[in-house]
């Protein structure tokens, strides 16, 4: 050992603390955060000014209460992640309000009043969505076609925060149903697939980012990007993205098999909503999803499946916030149940007994060390 | 026990049947989507409360106590049955709003702990007292978590109050905001909880503070 700190063991440490986790994750989902200001923009961009300042507001002033240091709560990036991750699963032109309360309701309700980052039982962006959709439905389903920067259609400064505080509102022709709303209706009548999508639905465009949508979710392929680059710098495990990903894409690929017309194809569960978005960026949240690799997986896929049975036969047509809180419950149980196997023992816990050919590790007969060094 | 200042501090704050002992949450989450039915069911509750506490008391001697919970629980249901005729009879509006929670008074385990830890040991006045006590707590605890969730949910405060207080009582409805987009969170149990649990907090925090000023006046005390 040449380190020059005189910590106790383990002496090796890979400089991970909380603010260089909730950086990477920032950096990760800045490319789909900006280019869905890009898409919708001002009033996207206010909106995602609001929440991020509320949220450290709302951080700030918890910790106050509480007699805990402000400077390091603040610091350490999770009320801005928070407030970040809660802008994009917003309709990007909903009014101020929906984003104040919302983060409050996060940063408040979801965390601070459990004990604070790392003690939080959901994850407060997903919960502070659900809150929002069942409280104000008409605002959290008014979903704006996009309106890019270079496009001449996107309104100005000014305008934009005349929309976002409620002065001026969208008007009508440039709101749509997002494609996964949409199919809910028109089934709900009777009409079937193949009458629905054409027109409204493509592949590309939909990979894209190119439809209606909250901001984050629009993006996919750069929400993708930002989740794999997650995978590569080992601050996610692969489990819980891809038992969510890999649940839904079963079953929809079962369904659409059995009936075309009634259910739609695994292409547009995995392109449309949040998914990708919840399946990199939510449900893998460290604090809310379970410890072991195997109980990652169940929580995985337990999203998965619920994403695709509220989806399909569901009150709402998009599921991921609810998937994702409701497997946040369940993961203390998870955690019960499947445990990692404790270091020297079988897994039933008994004392694991060793081979006599084992005995010396090979490692310990080359270097001619004994063990015991 | 004759300490009625006793009684009724318990009653309405150290011991208060919602904010202390945390019983009666059931119909709490129920029905306080508004103040009105919040002070409706707690005045049913109330007069539940204070008659049983009364029968029990006076019948105390002779219950054996092997056999109390039943009788208790035979009494309470034979008072709760009394009450929700009468609420059916002359304040049949409320009736309809309150309808289903009425009955299911008698599985409040407020009224049967009070019976059991209270009026099961104490002579009749005392318990008459103990019941009011407690009554008026829930009925505080009951209007004060009906009231925000009603002002947080729909913007209006005392809505529908002409239907259990009589006519003259109409100027108690406001309407805070005109044109309020409503917060439905706050109508559904949810809201309840939330309200529930900030409630419990502010409780805890003005106790913290009166026994710091205890604290500190004692000291002051033993200065001089």
Redesign the interface.
């Known amino acids: 050992m040449n380190s020059n700190s005189f910590a106790g063991a383990p002496h090796a440490h890979d400089q991970d603390s909380v603010p260089r986790l909730m950086g990477a994750v920032l950096l990760a989902i800045l490319p789909a955060t900006l280019y869905g200001l890009l898409l919708f923009g001002w009033p996207a961009f206010n909106l995602l000014a609001i929440t991020v300042l509320m949220g450290l507001l709302c951080e700030a002033g918890c910790l106050w209460l509480a007699g805990r240091p402000i400077r390091p709560g603040l610091m350490d990036g999770s009320a801005l992640l928070t407030g970040v991750l809660l802008a994009l699963s917003l309709p990007p032109w909903a009014p101020w309000w929906i984003g104040a309360i919302g983060v409050g309701f996060a940063i408040v309700v979801g965390k601070q009043v459990f004990g604070g980052t790392g003690q939080n039982i959901f994850n407060p962006a997903m919960l502070a969505r659900v809150m929002l959709l069942v409280s104000f439905p008409v605002e959290m389903t008014t979903w704006l076609t996009p309106h890019p920067w270079w496009s001449g259609t996107s309104p100005g400064w000014l305008e934009g925060w005349l929309i976002t505080f409620g002065h001026s509102t969208a008007t009508d022709g440039v709101t749509g149903a997002t494609i996964l709303g949409y199919a809910r209706t028109e089934l709900g009548m009777n009409h079937s697939l193949s009458q629905i999508l054409p027109g409204h639905y493509q592949a590309g465009a939909a990979a894209l980012g190119w439809t209606g949508g909250s901001l984050g979710e629009t993006a996919e392929w750069l929400v993708l990007l930002g989740g794999l680059w997650l995978l590569w710098r080992r601050v996610i495990t692969w489990y819980i993205p891809v038992g969510m990903l890999g649940a839904v894409l079963v079953l929809a690929s079962g369904f659409h098999l059995l009936d075309p017309q009634r259910f739609a194809d695994p292409m547009l569960h995995l392109l449309s909503g949040g998914l990708m978005l919840g399946a990199f960026f939510m449900a893998t949240d460290p604090v809310t999803s379970p410890i072991s690799s195997w109980g990652q997986i169940v929580f995985g896929v337990g999203c998965g499946v619920l994403v695709y049975i509220i989806r399909t036969w569901g009150g709402y047509p998009e599921g991921v916030a609810f998937a994702v809180v409701l497997m946040n419950a369940a993961t203390p149980l998870i955690d019960h149940y499947i445990r990692p196997r404790a270091y020297g023992r079988t897994w039933s816990g008994k004392p694991r007994l060793v081979p006599a050919h084992a005995k010396q590790s090979p490692l310990a007969r080359k270097s001619g060390v004994d063990s015991r060094d | 026990m004759n300490d009625y200042r006793g009684i009724f501090a318990d009653g309405l704050w150290h011991n208060n049947m919602v904010f202390a002992q945390m019983l009666a949450l059931c119909p709490l989450m129920a029905v306080t989507s508004t103040a009105t039915n919040g002070l409706g069911m707690g005045l049913a509750t109330t007069a539940v409360l204070l008659a049983s506490n009364t029968v029990v008391a006076s019948l105390r001697n002779w219950i054996a106590p092997e056999v109390r919970i039943p009788v208790f629980v035979l009494l309470i249901a034979s008072l709760v049955t009394l009450a929700d005729m009468a609420i059916n009879a002359w304040l049949h509006e409320l009736y309809k709003v309150l309808g289903l929670f009425i009955p299911l008074i008698v599985v409040n385990c407020g009224v049967l702990g009070r019976a059991e830890s209270f009026a099961s040991k104490n002579p009749v006045p005392a318990a008459a007292a103990d019941g009011l006590a407690m009554g008026l707590g829930l009925t505080l605890a009951l209007v004060l978590i009906g009231a925000c969730r009603e002002i947080l949910g729909s913007a209006t405060l005392f809505s529908h109050a002409s239907l259990l207080l009589g006519s003259s009582f109409t100027f108690l409805e406001t309407t805070l905001i005109e044109d309020y987009?409503?917060?439905?969170?706050?109508l559904?149990p949810p809201g309840g909880f939330?309200v529930l649990?900030f409630l419990l907090a502010g409780k805890r925090v003005i106790e913290r503070m009166t026994e710091q000023r205890e604290v500190k006046e004692e000291f002051h005390c033993s200065v001089q």
């Open positions: 987009h409503g917060f439905l969170l706050m559904l939330l649990g």
